[in-house]
């Protein structure tokens, strides 16, 4: 079962039909989000959703839904899938129109889809011995924090990790490490965890947040500053966060190695709490 909301009405279909003149499809005109279900629960849906409204309006995407009526709809169609672990996938696009570069009337309404999708965890070994990533160029555009269905610069990147064994593409900007393919980044060093702050150039994920919050909960220091391809390869652990894989720890960039380290096992040990 698909959600698809169509001229301002919500409708459950078995079948999906996508119009060659969506937006979405001509122009990857449109925004998206994944959310995470374990044994049945949702992760954080009204940041997800809360996330997806701010995406719209920065390309002026009508989003006139009320977010507690979507999420509603969404345990609906969670429910109606009998999803019980894997990703809600939905996005909005700017709707149905002629191909044109610039926007369609205003009397276009925006298209909304939302189905399930049963997706395997990484493995416990992934999770205990880390996994390999190496690192690539930022081609994306300026505009990371928007988590729009323009993903193509990630794809290269992603599929460039893969081709050499890797699981993440690690990416950087004028040397300065941004976040992973799909993916936060945060390394450990002396004690203190860093990341990228979360400006225009890294999507503010929400278990990237998630992690912030345990750390001040737990008393772990944390930088949000840029730091250097250097920086990383010297420091001391090394993890990425995302939906559904929660933390990962890398254990080799670049043919540099690494320890998975003690904050690695706390944090892991904190989110997996939050996720039963």
């Known amino acids: 079962m698909n959600y698809i909301i169509e001229d301002g009405n919500i409708t459950l279909r078995e079948k999906l039909s996508i119009n060659h003149e969506d937006r979405a ?34 390309i002026d995407i009508s989003f006139t839904e009320s977010i507690s009526d979507l999420e509603d709809k969404l345990l609906e169609l969670k429910e109606k899938n009998k999803l019980q672990n894997g990703h809600i996938y939905l996005q909005v696009s700017r709707g149905i129109s002629n191909r044109n570069h610039s926007f369609p009337p205003k009397e276009v309404l ?29 081609i994306r555009w300026l505009r990371c924090d928007i988590k729009s269905l323009n993903l193509l610069p990630n794809v290269l990147a992603k599929e460039k990790a893969v081709k050499t064994g890797s699981y993440e593409a690690i990416l950087q900007r004028d040397g300065i490490v941004t976040e992973g393919s799909s993916t936060n980044l945060f390394v450990v060093s002396n004690e203190i965890v860093f990341t990228h702050p979360a400006t225009n150039k890294i999507l503010n994920g ?6 912030l919050e345990i ?13 250097d391809v250097n920086f990383l390869l010297n420091a001391d652990e090394v993890f990425i966060t995302g939906t ?4 990962l720890p890398l254990r080799e960039i670049n043919k540099q190695k690494y320890e998975v380290g003690p904050i690695y096992n706390l944090l892991k040990k904190e989110i997996d709490f939050l996720t039963m």
Do not use: W
């Open 244 to 247: 559904y894989i929660d933390i």
């Open 25 to 58: 499809y001509q122009f990857g005109d449109g925004v998206y989000e994944v959310i995470g279900v374990y044994e049945g629960k949702p992760f954080k849906i009204k940041e997800h959703l809360t996330r997806l409204q701010y995406s719209c309006n920065e």
């Open 215 to 227: 750390c001040q909960d737990k008393n772990i220091s944390v930088k949000q500053e840029e730091f």
């Open 110 to 138: 925006p298209k909304f889809i939302a189905y399930t999708l049963e997706v395997p965890r990484p493995t416990s070994e992934m999770y205990q011995k880390g996994v390999k990533a190496l690192i690539t160029e930022d």
């Open 206 to 211: 929400i278990t990237r947040r998630t992690i």
